[in-house]
Nanobody, 118 residues
Framework: QVQLVESGGGLVQPGGSLKLSCAAS????????MSWYRQAPGKQRELVAA???????NYADSVKGRFTISRDNAKNTVYLQMNRLKPEDTAVYYC????????????WGQGTQVTVSS
């Protein structure tokens, strides 16, 4: 079992910044990927950014150049620095953990609301 605890969401004005954190605990495998997804009302959940334990990153086109994913492997924590936020970034943001070695379980955090509005 892996537990994910997210923090850092909130209300911010357009153009502002927020930083999300997700701390993982439990049976963490040495080779894994930790990601951020988001789901806006009436829309499907989508990948925002991913970061493997080996340091590879991947971003959705809509956030490239504005968001940065990083992680501290010693703390099993992944971060999402979000700059130049837009109203369309408003969504519930979910942390995701997936092991890349067997058993390849996947876990989700509870979600944190990000609202971009003036």
């Amino acid at each position: 079992q892996v537990q994910l605890v997210e923090s850092g969401g909130g209300l911010v004005q357009p153009g502002g910044s927020l930083k999300l954190s997700c701390a993982a605990s439990g049976s963490i495998s040495s080779i894994n990927v930790m990601s951020w997804y988001r789901q806006a009302p009436g829309k499907q959940r989508e990948l925002v950014a991913a970061n493997t334990s080996g340091g590879k990153t991947n971003y959705a086109d809509s956030v490239k150049g504005r968001f940065t994913i990083s992680r501290d492997n010693a703390k099993n924590t992944v971060y999402l620095q979000m700059n130049r936020l837009k109203p369309e970034d408003t969504a519930v943001y979910y942390c995701n953990y997936r092991s890349l070695v067997p058993p390849m379980y996947e876990y989700w955090g509870q979600g944190t609301q990000v609202t971009v509005s003036s």
